[in-house]
């Protein structure tokens, strides 16, 4: 990094964490720390929400996801617009109703005090992981640079969310998001036009989409029925929906960002401008990461994007053979320069040549399949780490060939986004603990001032969590990949009591209870035996919990 980079790089970070601080100091009572005294506009709502959702590992690993696997994975969020249409009309409206503080609260005068805190304690072991992740991917970007330490840059990172969290609650996170927000589409829109100025004069936006398509990059739309296939049409539309519903109207991390709303029109809007632009944002994060997928056809590449991996095994005694296939690798890259610049030539002559289209498409399945080998070199050199780079893809392209300035800022885009999606984590962790725990179980009644402290303290033991967490994870797939699937396992039963809650009025507490653990246990085990997209797990969870709870309802009943 130049020092140039640094200066964009601290001073972006340091302004966001002062200008929280001193916006939100003068926090008066709970429901100033915790719904910023429900102030909030719909703008500000609205990319509350978004920001909270779109944290480090959005801008670090779905351009990576892209780049190996293509478009398909917007599929993802398909559902996420009808699921917010509902969280409107049903979710939202009765939340003002009883104006709780949690999503959680509403349960126990629907069901009872346990159902309640069985739905907070899932909430707060998915997140509370979740948060950990988040700061764990934002320190794999600076370890990445700088060399240092990776468990030394989490608590590093965790202790500049906690300055400001603990400071100002929400209110730190409203006045923080949007600036956030504006950091985060800012560098990648830069990135993305640095890209095509990058790309050779010849070739155009739409001859390099054709190159992408070729590749299998483009295919956004798969109408499969397998229950295998992670992404699909279906799976986004169903499991997407099912996931977003959960996500958007239980999680109290999104929950809480639109209670703070001046109103429940106001939170409606918020709500429907992110159902509006979360899929053309993913859309367009994707296609940057197929952009550099195209950018790699003209420029070399590492075997391995993971620079630690790849310093262990050229200290290793499979160096050689490492360094061989790196050799080889360049010489594929020449050819696919090569042929890819005479293809577009004749792309531009009006006729697509067969023949040299399957020629690049070769010699990119070749130049994965010697990625593979390398992924094995390195698993022999250390069988104990993981060999998956997705992760490391956009961070390398955006450290070796973006321009000064530019890289400080993309650094600061993906800490910009660790930094507000795990404060806000933080501060749903928190407040869940101290409203839905604590004081439900504390034998004295606490005043302001106490709970303010207290939902503090609870922002402090969580902040604490997630860095250990933090420092223990491993990659695992891919980071995107694995927040969703954590989600995913937790989201479908907790969605299930909060539909029974809402729409099922026959069923009592007892039922639901009992039919939520047993729905959770078995979500577990499907899991466990991968028999299903782990996107289906959210509709199956939810069916399950319903399905359960009426049984035990039919039963309790006739005794």
């Not at 893809?393 to 650094?411: A, S």
């Amino acid at each position: 990094m130049q020092f140039l980079d640094w200066i964009v790089l601290c001073g972006t970070l340091l302004f966001i964490v002062v200008y929280g601080i001193i916006k939100s100091k003068k926090n008066k009572n709970i429901e100033d720390f915790v719904l910023n005294n429900t102030k909030t506009n719909w703008f500000t709502v609205g990319i509350s929400v978004m920001a909270t959702q779109a944290s480090a590992i959005t801008f670090l690993s779905t351009p990576g996801q892209a780049f190996h696997d293509g478009m398909g994975f917007v599929q993802f969020y398909f559902g996420l617009p009808l699921a917010m249409i509902v969280i409107c009309i049903t979710f939202i409206p009765t939340y003002y109703k009883l104006k709780v503080y949690t999503a959680y609260q509403y349960l126990e005068d629907r069901f009872d005090a346990k159902t309640r805190a069985l739905a907070a304690m899932l909430f707060l072991v998915h997140r509370g992981l979740g948060a950990g992740l988040t700061i764990y991917a934002s320190a794999i970007i600076l370890s990445s640079i700088l060399g240092w330490n990776l468990n030394f840059l989490a608590i590093l990172i965790g202790f500049l969310v906690l300055t400001y969290t603990m400071t100002g609650g929400a209110k730190a996170l409203n006045v923080t998001q949007p600036q956030q927000m504006m950091v985060v589409l800012t560098g990648m829109f830069l990135t993305f036009i640095a890209i095509l100025i990058y790309l050779p004069d010849q070739l155009s936006f739409s001859n390099a989409l054709g190159i992408a398509g070729a590749n299998g990059k483009m295919n956004i739309v798969d109408t499969s029925f397998s229950p295998e296939k992670r992404y699909t049409i279906w799976s986004g539309i169903a499991g997407g929906f099912f996931l977003s519903l959960a996500y958007f109207g239980t999680d109290q991390s999104q929950v809480g960002r639109y209670l703070s709303g001046k109103s429940i029109e106001e939170s409606q809007k918020g709500l429907i401008m992110n159902g509006l632009l979360k899929v053309p944002m993913q859309f367009f994060i994707l296609l940057t990461g197929v952009m550099v997928f195209i950018f790699y056809q003209f420029y070399p590449s590492p075997i391995h994007f993971n620079p630690t991996n790849e310093q262990i095994v050229l200290k290793s005694n499979y160096s050689e053979e490492y360094i061989k296939l790196e050799d080889q690798l360049k010489d594929v890259q020449k050819q696919k320069k090569e042929i890819s610049l005479l293809y577009i030539g004749q792309l531009n002559q009006d006729y697509d040549n067969e023949v040299l289209q399957k020629y690049i498409v070769s010699l990119n399945s070749k130049e994965t399949h010697l990625r593979e080998q390398a992924k094995e070199l390195i698993k022999k050199a250390d069988s104990t780490i993981e060999t998956n780079d997705k992760d490391y893809v956009f961070l390398n392209f955006v450290i070796t060939y973006m321009p000064k300035g530019l890289v400080g800022l993309l650094l600061a885009v993906v800490l910009s986004a660790a930094m507000s999606s795990s404060a806000a984590s933080l501060s749903a962790l928190a407040t869940t603990t101290t409203f839905d725990i604590f004081k439900r179980n504390y034998p004295k009644e606490l005043n302001e001032k106490q709970t303010v402290n207290a939902t503090k303290l609870f922002t402090l033991f969580w902040g604490i969590i997630a860095i250990i967490f933090a420092c223990i994870s491993s990659m695992f797939e891919n980071l995107i990949q694995l927040v969703n699937i954590i989600g995913s396992i937790f989201y479908g039963t907790l969605l299930g009591i909060f539909l029974i809650a809402f729409y099922i009025k026959s069923v009592k507490s007892k039922a639901v209870f009992y039919g939520a653990i047993i729905s959770q246990l078995i979500i577990f085990y499907i899991y466990y035996i991968d028999v299903i997209g782990f996107l289906w797990l959210n509709f199956v969870g939810a069916l399950l919990t319903i399905v359960w709870s009426l049984i035990i309802s039919v039963f309790t009943q006739k005794q």
